[in-house]
């Protein structure tokens, strides 16, 4: 079985419509983006919960789009506020909603594409915790924590398992309100390649649970900060584990 890895999609949407037109016919996502993005689900009190998500968006995508969504691996990818230690600390504050009265006067950053998200982006986001922030950056994320680093904006809109999280010595908020639903991380794949294919469902297995939001944080680090080739990481994170 030969496979093609396409990389770089701009943003989930990208993705889908590269499903729907068998130019991919496999990929990693998450169940939260999904769920609003996909699915157009809003994320009620009775949808925070992780497996109601996932169930839901498994048996959606089987009978819409043929799809198998196979367990998730492990780790939830959700989106949190980081901020440098020092401004942590000249704050006092921990919780999201605590930065209401200091927002007006600070900037943020974040992906393009969570602006215009819709369900979960950030217009929802920023009214449902009532932040009116003096500028809102779009930039991409390898421009977004040097820009906090460098201080040209006070906080910046994160990945929980981005690895320059460590890396950059930053500090996150608590999203005390539970605005984002679960974006668990699953293999979504075509049910007819897998009907050609089984093994492939065997193959990935091994890996169904074993990857913890920590786990994944040190695979991104190596990737983003230290400069390590995605390839050569995945394939000694296999090798440690005997799984190839």
């Keep these: 079985m030969t496979v093609d890895h396409k990389r770089n999609f701009q943003g989930s949407s990208a993705t889908?419509?590269?499903?729907?037109?068998?130019?991919?016919?496999?990929?990693?996502?998450?169940?939260?983006?999904?769920?609003?993005?996909?699915?157009?689900?809003?994320?009620?009190?009775?949808?925070?919960?992780?497996?109601?998500?996932?169930?839901?968006?498994?048996?959606?995508?089987?009978?819409?789009?043929?799809?198998?969504?196979?367990?998730?691996?492990?780790?939830?990818?959700?989106?949190?506020?980081?901020?440098?230690?020092?401004?942590?600390?000249?704050?006092?504050?921990?919780?999201?909603?605590?930065?209401?009265?200091?927002?007006?006067?600070?900037?943020?950053?974040?992906?393009?594409?969570?602006?215009?998200?819709?369900?979960?982006?950030?217009?929802?986001?920023?009214?449902?915790?009532?932040?009116?922030?003096?500028?809102?950056?779009?930039?991409?994320?390898?421009?977004m924590y040097q820009a906090l680093k460098n201080k040209e904006v006070e906080a910046a809109v994160a990945y929980s398992t981005d690895g320059r999280i460590v890396a950059f010595d930053l500090v996150t908020l608590e999203d005390n309100k539970n605005f984002f639903p679960p974006y668990d991380c699953a293999l979504f794949i075509k049910e007819d390649l897998l009907e050609k294919y089984p093994e492939i469902e065997e193959i990935v297995a091994p890996l169904i649970g074993t990857i913890d939001e920590n786990v994944m944080s040190d695979l991104n680090a190596q990737v983003d900060s230290e400069q390590k080739d995605p390839e050569d990481v995945a394939r000694t994170f296999l090798e440690e584990r005997e799984l190839i």
């Design 16 to 143: 889908q419509q590269a499903l729907e037109s068998g130019d991919v016919q496999m990929y990693n996502s998450y169940t939260g983006t999904q769920f609003t993005g996909v699915l157009g689900m809003e994320v009620t009190e009775e949808w925070k919960n992780q497996d109601k998500v996932f169930e839901y968006v498994k048996d959606q995508y089987h009978e819409q789009y043929g799809v198998k969504v196979l367990e998730p691996y492990g780790f939830n990818n959700t989106y949190i506020i980081a901020l440098r230690q020092e401004t942590l600390d000249e704050l006092g504050i921990e919780k999201t909603s605590e930065l209401v009265s200091y927002a007006p006067e600070m900037s943020i950053a974040t992906d393009p594409t969570f602006i215009e998200r819709k369900g979960d982006g950030w217009n929802e986001f920023a009214e449902t915790y009532g932040l009116d922030f003096k500028e809102v950056v779009g930039m991409s994320y390898d421009l």
